[in-house]
C-alpha cells in the first residue's frame, strides 16, 4: 500500500491555479512535519514547502507568495494550493514527509502551458 497518494495536478495556463492533495496512509503521519516535493525532468527532486505538525509552514524562495501548504488532521491529507503558476513550475509533485522521506508514491503531474 502506497504511503502517499498525490492528486490533483494537471495542465494549466500560466498564471492559472492548481489544488494538489496527499492522502496520508497512516493516521500516524499526522504527528510528522510533512512537505511537498517536486521533481522536473532533467533535475534533482527538490522541496517546495512544509509544514509541521503545528502548521508552521515554510517555502521554496520562488514559491513564496505563491503556494500554500495546509493539512487536515481529521482527513490525515496535506494540501498545496498553487496560484500564479509559471512554466517553470512544471514538475512531477509528490508529498512525503520533511524529514527522512521515502517510499516516493507515484506523484502527480502539473504542467504549465500555454
Known amino acids: 500500500q502506497a504511503q502517499f497518494v498525490e492528486s490533483g495536478g494537471g495542465l494549466v495556463q500560466p498564471g492559472g491555479s492548481l489544488s494538489l492533495s496527499c492522502a496520508l496512509s497512516?493516521?500516524?503521519?499526522?504527528?510528522?512535519?510533512m512537505a511537498w516535493y517536486r521533481q522536473a525532468p532533467g533535475k534533482q527532486r527538490e522541496m517546495v514547502a512544509h509544514?509541521?505538525?503545528?502548521?508552521?509552514?515554510d517555502y521554496l524562495d520562488s514559491v513564496r507568495g505563491r503556494f500554500t501548504i495546509s493539512r487536515d488532521h481529521a482527513k490525515s491529507e496535506v494540501y498545496l494550493q498553487m496560484n500564479s503558476l509559471r512554466p517553470e513550475d512544471t514538475a512531477a509533485y509528490f508529498c512525503?514527509?520533511?524529514?527522512?522521506?521515502?517510499?516516493w508514491g507515484q506523484g502527480t503531474q502539473v504542467t504549465v502551458s500555454s
Open positions: 512525503n514527509t520533511f524529514l527522512g522521506p521515502t517510499n
Open positions: 497512516r493516521w500516524e503521519f499526522n504527528r510528522y512535519a
Open positions: 509544514i509541521g505538525s503545528g502548521d508552521f509552514t
